[in-house]
């Protein structure tokens, strides 16, 4: 009997033992959160005093103030170049307009340049041609602007000192072909009045009509009914 009972706990069949703890559940996890507890905190000690033994935070600390020094010496050369771009492109903006203002005065003067020529022109036929004490044409003139305009000038002179104020009146005739068959005109106006003392220089633009060519125009200074001076210009 005594052999039966030992070999059945020495077999499978062996009735179970349990091991009992004589502390309760919740003491022993408490216990175990202080025990985890007191290992981090002997862990990060020693993590910092070895940061503080190898001098990393010392480093790390003047690092971080060098490179906040770097990054406002960094903006204030930013700021600094942005200022002088934009001054420059003040600079260079101002320097264009007065670029197209110098041009465009150098365009008005050479426009005058070309109308004292044009006046030079007709002033030297201002001097006496002798004896004439009338009002007479000393230059006649016509150029063709395009196939349906044609532009004229007429000087008109008085050459004598204190010359009287002469009243009178200026006719303009064009004559040449339109189609190949004769043509003439006048002035659109009629004759253009005259009024002057010492000289007047009468220009105008006559429209064509179409297939219209101008070979010849003159000009007659007509005082009263007596003709004063005649003149004839040739295309």
Do not use: C
């Not at 025990?35 to 993590?47: E, P, Q, V």
């Not at 790390?60 to 700021?79: F, G, M, Y």
């Not at 101002?94 to 020529?117: G, S, T, V, Y």
């Amino acid at each position: 009997m005594k052999f039966r009972l030992f070999r059945r706990r020495l077999t499978i069949s062996s009735p179970r033992m349990a091991i009992r703890s004589h502390l309760p559940w919740p003491l022993r996890w408490i216990a175990g959160a202080v025990m985890l507890g007191f290992s981090a905190a002997i862990a990060l000690w020693a993590f910092e005093f070895g940061k503080g033994i190898a001098g990393l935070d010392t480093n790390a600390k003047e690092e971080l103030s060098l490179l906040r020094e770097e990054v406002d010496l960094l903006r204030a050369d930013r700021d600094k170049v942005q200022s002088i771009v934009n001054t420059s492109s003040s600079l260079l903006t101002a320097e264009k307009a007065a670029q197209e203002k110098m041009m465009a005065q150098i365009r008005q003067l050479e426009a005058d340049n070309r109308m004292l020529r044009d006046d030079l022109g007709f002033f030297e036929k201002l001097l006496p041609a002798g004896g004439v004490e009338s009002a007479s044409i000393r230059g006649l003139q016509a150029e063709a602007l395009s196939e349906a305009q044609l532009k004229w000038q007429v000087l008109v002179i008085q050459p004598v000192k204190d010359a009287p104020v002469f009243n009178g009146k200026l006719e303009l005739t064009f004559s040449g072909t339109q189609a190949g068959k004769p043509w003439m005109a006048t002035l659109p106006g009629g004759a253009q009045v005259l009024q002057f003392k010492q000289y007047r220089r009468i220009e105008g633009v006559l429209d064509l009509p179409p297939q219209a060519v101008v070979k010849t125009v003159t000009a007659k200074v007509v005082e009263g009914v007596a003709v004063r001076s005649v003149q004839t210009f040739k295309l």
